[in-house]
């Protein structure tokens, strides 16, 4: 089992920074492949970048390559997500998961762990 709870979200305007966290519980976190989706008002959950479970190997959305880096530190049981030159239409809940294979990551369904979310909100 593995319990996840996002953080840093907040309110910022165009062009600005946010650093989200996701603090996992559980022995077993630095087995699992992370991801970070996000979901809008009215559309579905989409997917934002993700990570295997040593950090080595990243995978972005088109939206988010070059603005946000994806990273992880296993011995605080955490990953981050450091999103810069943030955008108005970045808006949206964000949420972490987790899943024991670095496969099929930028699919939701296949994640077995979801944190609450965290709410991003970009003012033009």
């Known amino acids: 089992q593995v319990q996840l709870v996002e953080s840093g979200g907040g309110l910022v305007q165009a062009g600005g920074s946010l650093r989200l966290s996701c603090a996992a519980s559980?022995?077993?976190?630095?087995?699992?492949?992370m991801g970070w989706f996000r979901q809008a008002p009215g559309k579905e959950r989409e997917f934002v970048a993700s990570?295997?479970?040593?950090?080595?190997?990243?995978s972005y959305a088109g939206s988010a390559k070059g603005r946000f880096t994806i990273s992880r530190d296993n011995a605080k049981n955490t990953v981050y997500l450091q999103m810069n030159s943030l955008k108005p239409e970045d808006t949206a809940v964000y949420y972490c998961?987790?899943?024991?294979?670095?496969?099929?990551?930028?699919?939701?369904?296949?994640?077995?762990?979801w944190g609450q979310g965290t709410q991003v909100t970009v003012s033009s």
């Open positions: 998961a987790a899943k024991p294979t670095f496969l099929e990551t930028m699919t939701a369904r296949t994640y077995d762990y």
């Open positions: 559980g022995r077993t976190f630095s087995s699992y492949a």
């Open positions: 990570i295997s479970w040593s950090g080595g190997v990243t």
